[in-house]
C-alpha cells in the first residue's frame, strides 16, 4: 500500500508509544500526519506495557500520594551517575501529572496506581495494557481526526534536503516497492535496538548469547541508523532495559516465559543463586531492583538459581516474594508452580534440573559438588542463625535449602528494549556531531537518550513507556512551534 500524499507536515517513524502519542498530538495541532509502522500491526513493544510513571497525577492525589519532583529528579540523575540530562527529566518529571491527564482524557482508564518491588506509587496501571491504550484508544482517535497510518511499511532512508524539509523513503513490504515522502518534519520512534544482534554486540558490553529480548522482536535500531547516517551524534548507546533472571526455552516466544510463575519463581526471588563455581555471589535480595539484577547475574559467567520443595511449596501457599509487573503480581499464590515445573521436567526443558540429592544436583547442573554442598550448608547455617555473614541479606529471605527433592534453574537474563542512541534537546530535537540541531528532526522514546545512564531504574516504575507519551507529545508540540 502506498501513502495517499507524497509531502506531510510529520512524518511519524515508529507506532508504539512514543510513535502514536506523537503523530495524536500533531493531528490535534492541525498537522497533515503519516504515521508509519514496518510491522503488520500497531504498537510496537508498548503493547505489552502494564503502565506509566507519573507523580501527583489525579489518581495519586486522590489516594494521598505525594511525591516531590525535585527529590524524584535528584534521585534518577543521581541513579543514573549524572549520565541522564537533569533538564529532559525536570520537563518530564512537570508534566507527568499531565501526560495522565491527556491519556485519561482521551479515553484511556486506569486501574490503579501501585510501586514495584522496593520503589515509589508511580506506576499507572492502565486496563488492558499498552495494546488496549494504543488500539482502543489512541489510534482510532489519531484516524478519526484525520492521521494516516501505514502498516507493513518500513522507514528505510532519511535524506535531508536543500529546502529544509526531510525526504523518508519508504519500503512497502507487500510489494517491495521503494517510494518517497516529504516531510517538513520527521519523529523517529522507531523502539530501540535490542533485537538487533549486530548492534548488541557492537554498542553495548552484554553478552548477546545469555540475553533473552523479551520485546516485539522489531527494535532493530533503524531510527538510529538513518539519523547517524545523515549526521546525528551517536550518544548514549550501551543500555538495555535489563530484568533479572529469565528462563530460556529455545522451543518458544520468549515473550512466553512472562506469565510463567516457574520463571518468576527461578528468576526473580531473593532466594539462592549460585554462580559456574558453585558459589554465592551477591545479595539475592537486588532482585526488588531488576534492573540491578541484571547487572548482577551479569558479573558471573553462569547463574542458577536453586529452590527446594519447601520454598515451592511455601509459595504456593503463602505467595511468592517478588513478582514480574503485573504478568505474575508480587505476594502471588504460586498455585501453578509444580504442574509448570513438572511439566518442565516432562518437556525436558534444558533450563531445569531436578534431583534428591544437591550432590546430585550439582553434577547434573555441572557445578563442582564439594563446593555446591559447602555453599549450601553455610547458606542453611546462616538460615539457622538469622544471619546472612556473607551478603547480608534479610533473614526473611534466608530460606534453607534443606527439603528435597532439589531444582536448579539455569539463568538467563531478560531485557525488555534498550534505551539511547542520539542525542536530543529537550524539545526531543535531534543534535549532530558539531552540537547542532538537525532542523525538522526529532527523536522520542526509547531512541531518544537522556533519561538514563547504564541501568535502568525501576525504583521509580513506569518511565521508560511514561516517557515514550510524554517525549512523543512534547516533540509533537516543539514541531508545532518549528513549523510556525
Ligand atoms: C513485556 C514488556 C513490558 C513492559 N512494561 C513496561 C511498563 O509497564 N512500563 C514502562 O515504563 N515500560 C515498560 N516496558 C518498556 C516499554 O516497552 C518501552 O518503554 C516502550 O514501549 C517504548 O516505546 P517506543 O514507542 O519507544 O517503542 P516501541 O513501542 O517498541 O515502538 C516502536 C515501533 O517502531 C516500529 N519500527 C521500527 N523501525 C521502523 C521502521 N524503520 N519503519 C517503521 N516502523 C518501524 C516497530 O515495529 C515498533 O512498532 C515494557 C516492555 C516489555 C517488552
Request: contains cysteine; proline residues 2%.
Amino acid at each position: 500500500m502506498r501513502s495517499k500524499q507524497d509531502s506531510y507536515d510529520v512524518v511519524v517513524i515508529g507506532s508504539g508509544a512514543a510513535g502514536i502519542a506523537a503523530g495524536l498530538t500533531a493531528v490535534q495541532n492541525g498537522r497533515s500526519v503519516l504515521l508509519l509502522e514496518k510491522g503488520k500491526t500497531t504498537g510496537g513493544s508498548s503493547n505489552y506495557t502494564e503502565g506509566l510513571f507519573a507523580i501527583n497525577s489525579y489518581l495519586q492525589k486522590a489516594k494521598g500520594i505525594h511525591i516531590k519532583a525535585t527529590d524524584v529528579l535528584s534521585e534518577e540523575v543521581n541513579y543514573s551517575k549524572y549520565k541522564a540530562d537533569s533538564r529532559i527529566w525536570r520537563n518530564y518529571i512537570n508534566s507527568s501529572a499531565e501526560n495522565v491527564q491527556w491519556l485519561h482524557d482521551q479515553g484511556v482508564e486506569f486501574e490503579g496506581v501501585q510501586a514495584m518491588g522496593a520503589g515509589e506509587a508511580t506506576w499507572h496501571i492502565y486496563k488492558g495494557m499498552g495494546h488496549g491504550v494504543i488500539h482502543d484508544v489512541l489510534q482510532p482517535k489519531f484516524v478519526e481526526q484525520g492521521g494516516e497510518v501505514l502498516t507493513l511499511t518500513r522507514a528505510i532512508k532519511l535524506t535531508r534536503q536543500a529546502d529544509g524539509r526531510l525526504r523518508v523513503t519508504l519500503r512497502d513490504h507487500q510489494s517491495g516497492d521503494k517510494y518517497d515522502v516529504l516531510a517538513r518534519a520527521v519523529v523517529l520512534a522507531s523502539g530501540g535496538y535490542l533485537n538487533n544482534s549486530k548492534m548488541i554486540i557492537e554498542e553495548t558490553d552484554y553478552d548477546e548469547s545469555r540475553l533473552v529480548p523479551v520485546s516485539s522482536g522489531k527494535g532493530t535500531g533503524d531510527g538510529l541508523r538513518m539519523a547517524w547516517n545523515i549526521g546525528a551524534q551517536k550518544y548514549g548507546t550501551g543500555m538495555a532495559m535489563l530484568f533479572g533472571g529469565y528462563l530460556r526455552d529455545e522451543n518458544e516466544p520468549s515473550y512466553k516465559m512472562m506469565a510463567s510463575q516457574m520463571n518468576t519463581a527461578a528468576g526473580q526471588q531473593p532466594l539462592l543463586w549460585v554462580n559456574q563455581d558453585g558459589e554465592r555471589f551477591v545479595n539475592e535480595e537486588v532482585v526488588y531492583n531488576f534492573s540491578l539484577a541484571g547487572n548482577a547475574l551479569y558479573t558471573q559467567s553462569q547463574v542458577f538459581s536453586i529452590l527446594d520443595q519447601g520454598v515451592i511449596d511455601k509459595m504456593a501457599v503463602d505467595g511468592n516474594f517478588m513478582g514480574l509487573g503485573i504478568y505474575v503480581k508480587r505476594g502471588q499464590k504460586m498455585d501453578q508452580l509444580q504442574a509448570e515445573i513438572d511439566q518442565a521436567l516432562a518437556d525436558k526443558k534444558s533450563f531445569i534440573y531436578k534431583a534428591d540429592t544437591i550432590e546430585e544436583l550439582a553434577e547434573q547442573m555441572n557445578l563442582p559438588v564439594e563446593k555446591l554442598v559447602a555453599t549450601i550448608q553455610r547458606y542453611n547455617q546462616f538460615a539457622d542463625q538469622g544471619n546472612d555473614g556473607d551478603f547480608g541479606k534479610d533473614p526473611q529471605y534466608l530460606q534453607k535449602v534443606a527439603q528435597g527433592p532439589f531444582y536448579g534453574f539455569h539463568l538467563n537474563v531478560g531485557a525488555f528494549c534498550t534505551m539511547g542512541g542520539l542525542k536530543v534537546t529537550p524539545a526531543n530535537e535531534v543534535i549532530d556531531n558539531k552540537a547542532h540541531v538537525i532542523p525538522g528532526l526529532y527523536a522520542a522514546g526509547n531512541d531518544a537518550s537522556g533519561l538514563v545512564g547504564d541501568t535502568y531504574g525501576p525504583n521509580m516504575p513506569g518511565t521508560c513507556v511514561g516517557y515514550a507519551f510524554y517525549s512523543g507529545r512534547n516533540a509533537a508540540h516543539h514541531i508545532d512551534e518549528y513549523l510556525k
